[in-house]
Nanobody, 124 residues
Framework: QVRLVESGGGLVQSGGSLRLSCVASVRSFSAYTQAWFRQAPGKEREFVAAVHWSERETYSSDSVKGRFTISRDNAKNTVYLQMNSVQLEDTAVYYC?????????????????WGQGTQVTVSS
């Protein structure tokens, strides 16, 4: 059974930094594209960032570009999201996702496996 477990969420002041981690219990971790999505209260889940299975390409939403960095460590079956210069609007539950997107790397429906989510709250 595939399982994704996020950690690293919490309360952070505006302008601060936080690093999220997601460990996957799967044999073929390196074969999957890894991504982070987030969902704020009353809003739909939105794409944050993704790293292709080949590690050659990363993608970020315009709202976090230049502030958040996604990376992966295949030896540890772990994907990270380094969040710098966080803003109040970054407050949300953050989910890691894993899959082999065929339509769009930014489309949540294209991911097969999801973590339970970790809360990130940015204070002023």
């Amino acid at each position: 059974q595939v399982r994704l477990v996020e950690s690293g969420g919490g309360l952070v002041q505006s302008g601060g930094s936080l690093r999220l981690s997601c460990v996957a219990s799967v044999r073929s971790f390196s074969a999957y594209t890894q991504a982070w999505f987030r969902q704020a209260p009353g809003k739909e889940r939105e794409f944050v960032a993704a790293v292709h299975w080949s590690e050659r390409e990363t993608y970020s939403s315009d709202s976090v570009k230049g502030r958040f960095t996604i990376s992966r460590d295949n030896a540890k079956n772990t994907v990270y999201l380094q969040m710098n210069s966080v803003q109040l609007e970054d407050t949300a539950v953050y989910y890691c996702a894993m899959g082999s997107p065929i339509h769009s790397i930014k489309l949540s429906a294209d991911y097969d496996y999801w973590g339970q989510g970790t809360q990130v709250t940015v204070s002023s």
